[in-house]
């Protein structure tokens, strides 16, 4: 449990990349959150933040956002909604 506290602290983002024909391409990103199930938690908390639609081969917010990202934004004087409510990535 305290090996997963400790990397749960030190990693904010986790790209999801898949190989493709074509090359690797990011399959989504996931933004890791503080642990709602306390110091004895076996898994990680997780918001998927993109995803890759598969019809259209591009990347789409998932219109959720990531707690603990959103205050290091704030810290950082910008709004993570903003930013998200890009047009989608490819």
Do not use: K, M, Y
Request: with cysteine.
């Amino acid at each position: 449990t305290a090996l997963n506290s400790l990397v749960s602290e030190a990693i904010d983002i986790v790209v999801h990349c898949v190989r493709t024909p074509d090359g690797p391409r990011v399959g989504s990103i996931i933004c890791v959150e503080d642990s709602v199930a306390g110091a004895d938690a076996t898994a990680f908390t997780a918001t998927e933040v993109f995803t890759r639609d598969a019809a259209n081969d591009r990347l789409d917010w998932t219109n959720d956002v990531p707690s603990r990202a959103t205050q290091a934004f704030a810290d950082a004087g910008l709004d993570i909604r903003s930013i998200l409510q890009t047009e989608a990535l490819s």
